[in-house]
């Protein structure tokens, strides 16, 4: 263990770190410490004291960096903070379109298409009324599409409730369809 200097060992050590951190001279120091109390430290050992132990301008310099540094995190934290309020705001406000969406998408499911148009009278277009039926199951079909693109889903389920019977169309293209999956069973079989 290192042997304490003279001025560590002094019993006016507190009085003397006092003087020596408000600003006074060293040499002033000691002559005061002689005066006032009789005590012999020299201005060069309170010097090597100052230098080594009471350095004030490089615990200035570092509580200045620790500041610096505390600024910066502090700054770094309130733009993070300030990333997630806006990351937030954008989920909020796109999870509200998407609710919109739905609603329009749940109202428009509710709209039946009557493929049994009864004659104009007159007075009353029906032809008008399915056009509009119509309109609505298409701009459904266009929120679901929406809704989709929003969420990044890749694969776009509908469920289109068709009571009609089968076309000839719709069952050559069922038959078609059977066809080319029999095809890829076989090339399957064969590899």
Request: charged share 40%.
């Amino acid at each position: 263990m290192a042997r304490k200097s003279k001025v560590e060992t002094s019993p006016h050590f507190n009085e003397i770190v006092d003087l020596l951190v408000a600003g006074y001279s060293t040499r002033h120091v000691s002559d005061y410490l002689s005066n006032e109390y009789g005590e012999k430290i020299s201005h060069a050992a309170l010097n090597n004291y100052k230098k080594s132990k009471l350095n004030v301008k490089a615990a200035v310099r570092k509580k200045v960096i620790e500041k610096q540094k505390e600024k910066t995190i502090e700054k770094q934290a309130n733009k993070q903070i300030s990333a997630t309020e806006s990351f937030d705001a954008a989920v909020d406000f796109r999870f509200n379109d998407i609710k919109k969406l739905d609603d329009l998408i749940s109202q428009a499911e509710s709209v039946k298409i009557d493929l049994d148009i009864p004659e104009y009278d007159g007075k009353y277009n029906p032809y008008k009324e399915q056009e509009l039926r119509i309109k609505m199951k298409k701009l459904a079909l266009d929120a679901m599409k929406l809704k989709y693109d929003l969420i990044d889903e890749d694969e776009l389920n509908v469920n289109i409730q068709d009571e009609r019977p089968l076309t000839s169309w719709d069952s050559i293209e069922q038959s078609r369809q059977k066809y080319l999956k029999e095809k890829e069973k076989e090339k399957a079989k064969a590899k």
